[in-house]
């Protein structure tokens, strides 16, 4: 035997490491390995790694940030005027609601909501839920987030979960700043409800807390929306345009007593019972058919986001 073939004898397949067959850049083939970390995150440590990165990437860009000031502004805005309009000569005047701000400050909280909730609330979600996708694909880094295998589906969730991170956000932006406005400017105490009876301090501001909650959760159908019409363009303008747009169609909609048959499947039909939660004892009716069409929003839309994501051809 030639010592050329002693050496091929002696060198077999099992002798030969993974890392010199990576170096040779042949395939491995036969070889067992473990998989490599992190290649397709299948456990809930991935998926909250990959949400964490998509509420870094939202909450940092600029256009969030002003966001965000711009609904902060709006409580110090209705706070001020309702100040001075309570010190003015025509003070007292005004609808029952808004007295109720001049006599005990949180109700600041509930009126910037309501304020809010038709038209700013939903706005600023609709610019950053359209944007989800359609935004990526804009800026070119769509194409580069599929390469790293984390999954479209799982991609697509941990931007729904982000966007329901910014409605919370949002919606805590609006009552915080209400609630140090309302402090700031008027006096705080017991509640009158509006259902006329009073309750302390601290349980109204329990109130609070869970009429936040509550915004919060009924622009989640609007998420829904806004991501399915984000997977269907790549410009990320014409998905916020289309979003918002939307929105305001159906607000239009919601407003015309003519279609009062087709406006209780309206996803912003129910946005305003919250009310209902000021009440002794707190009337939920509204409330639960307000979460439950949100809830049909979302598995109507995110399942027509999911097989729209999953099935498209991503060239940016």
């Known amino acids: 035997m030639s010592r050329a ?31 490599v970390a992190g290649r397709r995150p299948q456990t809930a440590a991935g998926f909250l790694a990959l949400f964490r990165n998509e509420l870094l990437l939202t909450f940092r860009r600029v256009r969030t940030m002003v966001l965000l000031g711009i609904l902060a502004v709006l409580p110090v ?27 005990n400050g949180l109700f600041l909280v509930f009126t910037a909501l309501a304020v809010a909730l038709p038209v700013f609330l939903p706005m600023t979600v609709g610019v950053v839920a359209g944007d989800a996708v359609a935004g990526e694909a ?76 509550v915004v919060a959760a009924s622009l989640a159908g609007l998420v829904s929306i806004g991501l399915f019409v984000s997977t ?28 009062h048959a087709i406006q209780p499947f309206l996803f912003t039909h129910h946005w305003l019972s919250f009310g209902d939660l000021l009440r002794e004892p707190m009337y939920w009716d509204g409330v639960l058919k307000n979460l ?3 809830a049909a929003y979302i598995a109507v839309f995110g399942s027509a986001a999911w097989a729209r994501f999953t099935s498209r051809d991503i060239t940016a």
């Open 5 to 35: 073939e002693s050496s091929r004898a002696e060198v077999s397949p099992a002798t030969v490491s993974a890392a010199e067959v990576s170096r040779a850049g042949m395939p491995r083939a036969g070889l067992l390995e473990p998989p």
């Open 77 to 103: 805005l209705i706070g001020v005027v309702v100040r001075i309009e309570t010190d003015g000569p025509r003070g007292g005047d005004g609808p029952a609601f808004i007295a109720q701000v001049t006599q």
């Open 138 to 213: 804009a800026s070119g880094t769509l194409r580069y987030l599929l390469v790293a295998p984390a999954g479209r589906t799982r991609l697509l969730a941990a931007k729904f979960a982000a966007g329901l991170a910014f409605c919370l956000a949002a919606t805590l932006t609006v009552a915080l700043a209400a609630l140090a406005t309302g402090a700031a400017l008027f006096p705080l105490g017991d509640v009158t409800l509006i259902s006329g009876e009073t309750i302390g301090l601290g349980s109204a501001l329990v109130r609070a807390v869970l009429v936040a909650l």
């Open 232 to 259: 269907l363009t790549g410009s990320g303008i014409a998905a916020m345009a289309a979003t918002v747009g939307l929105m305001i169609t159906v607000q239009i909609l919601d407003s015309f007593p003519q279609l």
């Open 292 to 294: 439950g069409l949100q």
